[in-house]
């Protein structure tokens, strides 16, 4: 079986009884099609999230400043209206984040670390979930080695409190599986972001 994305999951949840069943047998007969606004940052939004993680990661607006720069560089009148939109919407997305203080989402002092795909995947149901942090970073709390991470994700029509809910249960099952044999995994540190509206997990 193909793994999926946990936006895939709520897409499934929201289905009724009969239709979730196809969806599940889908999975096991073919891949399934790239959704166009996948929240691990598929094609659509490659552009804002990847701006947005480099910005939280080197704690500097510059990648979203440098980033807005190439996408108006990149509209042309040649360009379909498909196009013109998916980057006027990476466009709004960077302009929410241009003078954001990721610090505040922050402990003071921390260590970026790599990210791992050995147990990148966990199973809900029997259903393999890809899991895709943006950013995975160490750091000292109460004399203990701690480990926290953010997912910023983005779906047009938004997320519900409790779907992005999912997602933070899933970085914390990542984390768990990859870091806890080292590092106390900070549930509190457990950041998922939809970068449409602002939402956030924790909410603090």
Not at 81 to 89: A, I, N, S
Not at 104 to 119: A, R
């Amino acid at each position: 079986m193909k793994k999926i994305s946990v936006n895939n999951i709520i897409i499934f949840r929201q289905k009724p009884e009969k239709s979730q069943q196809t969806f599940l047998n889908s999975l096991k007969r073919k891949s399934l099609i790239q959704e166009a606004t996948d929240s691990s940052g598929g094609n659509y939004w490659v552009r804002s999230l990847s701006a947005i993680s480099n910005a939280f990661k080197e704690i500097s607006n510059k990648p979203i400043k440098d980033k807005i720069s190439e996408i108006v560089d990149l509209f042309t009148p040649k360009l379909t209206k498909q196009t013109k939109d998916m980057y006027q919407r990476n466009l709004n997305i960077l302009h929410n984040y241009e003078d954001f203080d990721f610090s505040k989402w922050l402990p003071e002092k921390i260590n970026i670390v790599s990210k791992t795909s050995k147990k990148s995947i966990i199973y809900l149901n029997t259903v393999p979930v890809q899991i895709n942090p943006s950013q995975i970073y160490t750091f000292d709390k109460d004399d203990k080695k701690c480990v926290g991470a953010i997912w910023f994700v983005a779906r047009l029509e938004g997320y519900k409190v409790e779907e992005l809910g999912m997602f933070a249960e899933a970085l914390f099952i990542y984390l768990s599986n990859n870091f806890d044999e080292e590092y106390f995994v900070s549930l509190e540190n457990c950041l998922v972001v939809h970068v449409l509206d602002k939402k956030k997990l924790p909410i603090k």
